[in-house]
């Protein structure tokens, strides 16, 4: 069997690359309506389709890994990723680059069947560190790879970001292939194919709402359409999966209060994480005086340090999980999100500014993401874990999702024109800034009341001393 330490870094590096997929694009975002020839309404589905693809498949995948193999579901992704790559590049028109996307989106459900398998191959002493990691690949792969989108578009056409994405699949596939392996805790039973559907179906209509909602009209007969629609639908599939032999996810561990409480917490975490990754860049970019005014790739290496302090600390939060408790790990983790948002309420007018707020980020982020999966996994039996955790995925992405409809419909709806453009106002900052502190104030309140101490479970650990 590979050493453990190889093991951690190939799941890492292929935490690394699905988070990329987030901000693969944002170099040529705002570039698309021409490059593509279309409406900017319509090539917003780039980047909508990626979320939507993202929030559906990462719980479906996770029941998958539980009961056929983490492995083979994390390969197929990964596949998925290089597939979609491909289609991307040769696309010259929006369907198919639409199509690419939501493939590589997919992706992301990598990260939470990752945190399962060290969980299955780990010895006992190495997984919260190792979860640590794996955890901050969430955020670390999408700071450290917005230069590089940035470096690339500027230095070749926009196909290039999609080629570059194929090969790094390629190559991540082979060493999942080569390193991690063969998952042998596995769940019996059938797979609940009314219940995927169900919860795609609903998942769909809610995000839907959420992401396009300011496009549409927030009291659109689409919006509220979808939204109201979605709701329903998952109401039904909660009933239905509660009266079901083998649901796709038991609602009754989902329901445990530690699980409850953290997969709430993570809502709010992701929401204040993304107010960041919407709110940040703009103020950044934007000319003087509603913004910084700098280029692209300044812009990104001031919002990668974040990243690196993800990273740097993810081995500190495995020991600190193990001596303090991952719930305090979490609540740590909200309060540098306070203390972020704070700062820039009071200062948000120098680049250090930004670079003090966003460090912050990464402190309170690289906390948060690694306590989460550590409380969900001390909460739930083994044959649930990748189930738990996509969910728990899911939860996050609900958060991201919410925070980029509301923020950037925050940033759109007050704004000036300044240079013949439509550009935020300093108060339109300022209220993102207060969504965000709202967000890290109820992860911080919700994780107070997550118990300290839940129930314990034998680690199932593969042989001694593996």
């Given at each position: ?19 990329f997929m ?6 040529i ?6 490059l ?23 719980p479906?995948?996770?029941r998958l890994?539980?009961m ?9 992704l990964?596949?998925?990723l290089?597939v ?13 680059l639409?199509?690419g996307?939501?493939?590589?989106g997919a ?12 969980r299955d191959?780990?010895h006992?002493?190495?997984?919260d560190a190792?979860?640590?990691l ?8 999408g700071a ?10 500027e ?14 699949g390629?190559?991540?596939?082979a060493l ?7 998952s ?7 797979f609940d ?6 919860l ?20 659109s007969?689409a ?28 609602l009754?561990?989902?329901a ?8 709430l917490?993570?809502?709010?975490m ?13 103020l950044?970019e934007?000319?003087p ?5 700098l280029p ?7 919002i990668?340090?974040?990243?690196l ?6 081995p ?10 991952p ?6 983790g ?6 972020a948002?704070?700062?820039?309420l ?7 500014h ?5 460090l ?7 906390f948060?993401?690694?306590a ?6 001390r909460?739930?039996?083994?044959s ?9 995925a ?8 919410i ?14 024109v ?10 339109a ?5 207060l ?5 890290a104030?109820?992860?911080?309140v ?16 593969l042989?001694?001393g593996?």
């Amino acid at each position: 069997m590979p050493r453990q330490g190889a093991i951690v870094a190939v799941l890492a590096i292929a935490g690394l690359c699905s988070s990329f997929m987030f901000t693969l694009v944002v170099p040529i975002q705002a570039k698309l309506p021409e490059l593509l020839d279309a409406d900017r309404e319509d090539t917003a589905w780039v980047v909508t389709a990626t979320l939507l693809a993202a929030a559906v498949v990462t719980p479906i995948a996770g029941r998958l890994g539980d009961m056929y193999g983490k492995r083979r579901v994390v390969l197929a992704l990964i596949a998925a990723l290089v597939v979609g790559s491909v289609i991307a590049a040769l696309s010259t028109g929006l369907p198919g680059l639409v199509v690419g996307r939501a493939l590589q989106g997919a992706v992301v459900g990598v990260i939470p069947l990752g945190i399962s398998i060290l969980r299955d191959v780990l010895h006992e002493d190495r997984v919260d560190a190792a979860i640590a990691l794996i955890s901050a690949t969430l955020g670390v792969g999408g700071a450290l790879g917005l230069p590089l989108s940035a470096l690339v578009t500027e230095r070749a056409d926009w196909h290039g970001l999609f080629w570059m994405a194929a090969g790094l699949g390629t190559v991540v596939f082979a060493l999942v292939l080569w390193i991690v392996p063969v998952s042998v805790l596995r769940t019996a039973g059938r797979f609940d194919y009314v219940g995927a559907a169900g919860l795609a179906v609903g998942l769909l209509g809610i995000l839907l709402a959420i992401s396009r909602g300011d496009q549409w009209g927030w009291t659109s007969p689409a919006t509220l359409g979808c939204g109201l629609g979605g709701i329903a639908v998952l109401l039904m599939w909660g009933w239905f999966e509660l009266r079901i032999a083998e649901p796709l996810l038991d609602l009754r561990v989902a329901a445990r209060r530690p699980v409850l409480l953290t997969n709430l917490a993570s809502v709010a975490m992701g929401f204040s994480l993304f107010s960041s990754n919407v709110s940040y860049p703009q103020l950044l970019e934007l000319p003087p005086p509603a913004g910084l005014g700098l280029p692209l790739l300044a812009a990104s290496l001031v919002i990668m340090p974040s990243g690196l302090v993800m990273m740097v600390l993810s081995p500190f939060s495995g020991r600190m999980a193990h001596t303090v408790g991952p719930r305090r790990l979490l609540v740590f983790g909200a309060i540098a999100l306070v203390a972020a948002y704070s700062f820039s309420l009071v200062l948000a007018t120098e680049i250090w500014h930004i670079l003090v707020a966003n460090l912050l980020i990464g402190v309170g982020i690289g906390f948060g993401y690694a306590a989460m999966p550590m409380l969900i996994m001390r909460s739930v039996p083994q044959s649930e874990t990748g189930a738990s955790n996509g969910l728990n995925a899911l939860f996050r992405s609900l958060g991201t999702s919410i925070a980029a409809a509301v923020v950037g419909a925050v940033l759109a709806s007050m704004s000036t024109v300044q240079d013949g453009m439509q550009v935020p106002t300093a108060s339109a900052f300022r209220v993102s800034f207060l969504l965000g502190l709202a967000a890290a104030v109820i992860a911080l309140v919700v994780a107070a009341f997550i118990p300290q101490r839940p129930a314990e479970e034998e680690h199932p650990a593969l042989p001694e001393g593996v």
